[in-house]
């Protein structure tokens, strides 16, 4: 019944996915908040340039595609806090940017050695060693105890950051927390569901969960729930399909946002029948 979990990959696997899913929409929902969900995408091609510099310094590429998104991160927000530029366009220098310094530096980095970028443009759960599980574990804790312990001051700045700088908050800081969490949350999931999805597991889950959530609190730990849940229902359909577990929990993800705003609008129109009869 549970020989998926017999091979040491597939336990290596769950746990990430686990860990990623559970982790992922806890900072996706103030992105959520901001209108930044598009946010995941630009830093998950910012961190390709930094697994290529990784592959090119023959370095652990998780880690430099940390340091590299998360400089990129406070790039953008310093060009929305103090430049002219929009966020959207800001978003966009750093997607075609970071397309094209991973691009360069992959191309300098294949003269030395066979590098495959597959497994981090649409994860690859399989190859995940014991390294990369630990490095995976330290910033899912970081950034699990920051959304906590922070929670209140990141909902008032993605609520009205006008009354948060009045209350005392220093927004410009926290904004810039909040985008080097994103860039360490768009890192440790690339190796669960790659970086071109990445940002599905962490929008779409709380998307799902803004249709049944009544609370900002609840709405927050359903889609942890959403999640950590469906992530491990990805690993473990793919051990018996065969197919992709990044693809295939990304298409649970989505499923379980159709079925949630189905039910929704069929209990609105129950309500709005009663009303009428």
């Known amino acids: 019944m549970f020989e998926f979990?017999?091979?040491?990959?597939?336990?290596?696997?769950?746990?990430?996915?686990?860990?990623?899913?559970?982790?992922?929409?806890?900072?996706g929902i103030f992105l959520v908040q901001r209108r930044l969900s598009l946010m995941g995408d630009g830093l998950g091609h910012i961190a390709l340039t930094g697994v290529a510099l990784g592959f090119l310094l023959q370095t652990n590429p998780v880690l430099t595609a940390v340091i590299v998104a998360s400089i990129g991160?406070?790039?953008?927000e310093l060009i929305r806090s103090y430049g002219k530029t929009s966020g959207d366009v800001a978003l966009a220098v750093l997607f075609y940017g970071g397309i094209a310094g991973g691009v360069l530096l992959?191309?300098?980095?294949?003269?030395?050695?066979?590098?495959?970028?597959?497994?981090?443009?649409?994860?690859?759960?399989?190859?995940?060693?014991?390294s990369d599980i630990l490095i995976i574990l330290s910033l899912a804790v970081i950034v699990f105890f920051a959304t906590l312990a922070l929670r209140k001051s990141?909902?008032?700045?993605?609520?009205d950051s006008e009354f948060a700088q009045v209350s005392g908050i220093p927004t410009k800081?926290?904004?810039?927390?909040?985008a080097v969490l994103t860039?360490?949350?768009?890192?440790?999931?690339?190796r669960v569901v790659g970086l071109l999805l990445v940002s599905a597991l962490m929008i779409i889950p709380v998307a799902s969960a803004q249709q049944i959530g009544k609370s900002f609190s609840g709405t927050r730990i359903l889609?942890?729930?959403?999640?950590?849940?469906?992530?491990?229902?990805?690993?473990i359909s793919s051990f018996y399909l065969d197919l992709a577990p990044g693809a295939l929990i990304v298409v649970l993800v989505i499923s379980v946002f159709v079925i949630t705003i189905s039910a929704t609008a069929?209990?609105?129109?129950?309500?709005?029948?009663?009303?009428?009869?």
Do not use: D, W
């Open 5 to 27: 979990l017999e091979p040491a990959f597939m336990q290596r696997a769950l746990l990430a996915a686990f860990v990623v899913g559970l982790c992922a929409p806890l900072v």
């Open 173 to 178: 800081a926290l904004s810039i927390f909040l």
């Open 266 to 277: 069929l209990n609105s129109r129950v309500k709005l029948s009663k009303q009428i009869s």
């Open 106 to 130: 992959i191309g300098l980095s294949a003269k030395q050695s066979n590098v495959n970028l597959l497994s981090y443009l649409f994860g690859s759960l399989t190859t995940v060693s014991r």
């Open 183 to 190: 860039a360490v949350t768009v890192t440790i999931a690339m």
């Open 223 to 235: 889609a942890s729930v959403i999640g950590a849940l469906t992530a491990s229902a990805g690993v």
């Open 154 to 159: 990141l909902f008032a700045l993605c609520h």
């Open 73 to 76: 991160a406070i790039v953008v």
